[in-house]
């Protein structure tokens, strides 16, 4: 079993640069890369945010996280309708209140979740009918958005609406089935006037396939409210990721397929089961894909430690149950543009160290010594379109992209070289290591 953690090479955390036309390589400082996922993020203008839960407040460990890393919060359940009106016309909102309160006092934003919603939903509203359950709904937007009006940046006005499979139908909830079709851009129209500033947002998931018949349908459902102008500012891909349903090959592709729309893409419900390194790179690529476009403007992770999950038993988040960094975390800070200064926390026992080689005009060389232990696996990330063109006292092997290197030891020690010819880019590549 592989244990140990990923952590960036380079005390400095950043990639040393090469001067062009500079003999001697010489690592220039380089301004320090930013050490969170919220400052990592905020360096391309996105959030990144975590869903909470109002009964976790009070726990020091929980909030010191929360306020270390993340920018933005989702209430996981306070600001559903059954928590903010239980019964018609009487509204309650103590719980969501208390997350808005310390989003607010520690300068987050605050996503709205959600308005319109099958689920969760409280017993009176399914007795409702025609007129009377419009104006229910029209009711329950206008007074939620209204108490929060001007503290929500994005609001998922309207989520989960359509059927899993292949049908591309409109899930049969209380309000499709009573109120037909029109239903999700009147709650579109009704939460744009209770609230001018926030985006509106429509949520789902299994979306993240380009192609998928419910991606086909969302997007064509888009299309046509911005070609009416209904008004709708974004699409939340919850992406809630597992081996049932794995981060699909062309998940960029329908980011930018929203993009192209017209609408900002956030992700709102980031979530992937597994652990250790395919686990992280699973998440480095769904941040990659965000990171890629420029409409995706945030990320949210659906909780903090993996035991406050609601998929708990697939260990799915950032954070292990004892608030340590796992692999994914790693990956992700990385993928954003960030880089750890820490040293691994939890026994973690592998660094990994660059050192600058001979440079020519077209290539230089680089070493990498591995401390800590003598087995370990080493991932250098190359920067396009830079090639690797020479090797050596490593085991190494590529992925597809010929961009990324996983080096083992061969008996020759823990310290690997490698020529990279930087077609253009001086950039040094990136090394991370993992004890085995
Ligand atoms: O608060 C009560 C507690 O008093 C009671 O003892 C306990 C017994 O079951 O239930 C507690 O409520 C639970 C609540 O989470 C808070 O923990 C509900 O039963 C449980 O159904 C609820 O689950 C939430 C789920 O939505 C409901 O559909 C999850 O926390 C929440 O993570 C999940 O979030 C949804 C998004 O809103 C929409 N997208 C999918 C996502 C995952 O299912």
């Not at 036309?21 to 990144?48: H, I, K, N, W």
């Not at 899930?171 to 009147?186: A, H, T």
């Not at 744009?192 to 949520?203: G, H, I, T, V, W």
Request: proline fraction near 4%; charged fraction near 15%.
């Amino acid at each position: 079993m592989i244990r140990g953690v990923i952590r960036n090479a380079l005390v400095t955390g950043v990639a040393g640069v090469l001067a062009m036309g500079v003999a001697a390589a010489v690592a220039s400082p380089a301004d320090a890369a930013a050490s969170t996922l919220g400052e990592a993020a905020a360096e391309s203008g996105r959030y990144f945010g975590a869903a909470v839960a109002a009964n976790h407040l009070g726990e020091s460990q929980y909030v010191t996280v929360l306020n270390r890393e993340f920018t933005s919060v989702t209430p996981e359940n306070e600001m559903k309708w059954d928590a903010t009106e239980p019964s018609r016309g009487s509204f309650s909102f103590g719980n969501a209140d208390r997350i808005v309160n310390h989003a607010q006092s520690q300068g987050m934003k605050i996503r709205g979740h959600t308005l319109v919603w099958h689920s969760q939903l409280p017993g009176w509203v399914s007795g409702l009918w025609g007129d009377d359950l419009r104006s229910a709904m029209n009711n329950h937007i206008t007074q939620v958005m209204g108490h929060y009006r001007g503290k929500i940046h994005s609001w998922d006005v309207v989520n989960e609406a359509f059927e899993d499979g292949g049908s591309g139908a409109r899930r049969q909830s209380v309000f499709q089935q009573r109120l037909g079709d029109g239903y999700i851009e009147e709650a579109f129209r009704t939460a744009r006037a209770a609230d001018p500033n926030a985006k509106l947002c429509y949520n789902d998931y299994n979306i993240d396939d380009a192609n998928a018949a419910k991606t086909r349908a969302v997007y064509n459902m888009v299309r046509d409210f911005k070609a009416r102008g209904v008004p709708i500012d974004c699409v939340g891909l919850q992406s809630h990721f597992n081996s049932q349903s794995p981060v699909p090959s062309n998940y960029q592709q329908n980011i930018e397929q929203f993009a192209a729309l017209g609408v900002d893409v956030q992700i709102t419900e980031l979530d992937i089961e597994g652990s250790g390194t395919a686990q992280a790179e699973n998440y480095r690529r769904v941040v990659q894909a965000c990171m890629a476009v420029s409409r995706c403007t945030g990320i949210t992770v659906w909780g903090i430690p993996d035991h406050y999950s609601w998929r708990a038993s697939g260990t799915p988040l950032l954070f292990d149950s004892n608030y340590n960094k796992k692999p994914a975390y790693y990956a992700v800070l990385e993928a954003l543009g960030g880089s750890s200064e820490e040293p691994p926390p939890g026994g973690g026992d592998c660094t990994a160290t660059i050192t600058p080689g001979q440079v020519w005009s077209d290539r230089f060389n680089l070493s990498v010594t591995v401390s800590g232990t003598n087995n370990w696996v080493a991932t250098v990330r190359l920067q396009s379109p830079q090639r690797v063109i020479a090797t050596w006292s490593g085991s190494f092997s590529w992925d597809y992209t010929g961009l990324v290197m996983t080096v083992r030891p061969n008996g020759s020690g823990n310290t690997f070289g490698f020529t990279v010819m930087h077609n253009g880019n001086w950039n040094w590549p990136s090394v991370s290591c993992e004890a085995a």
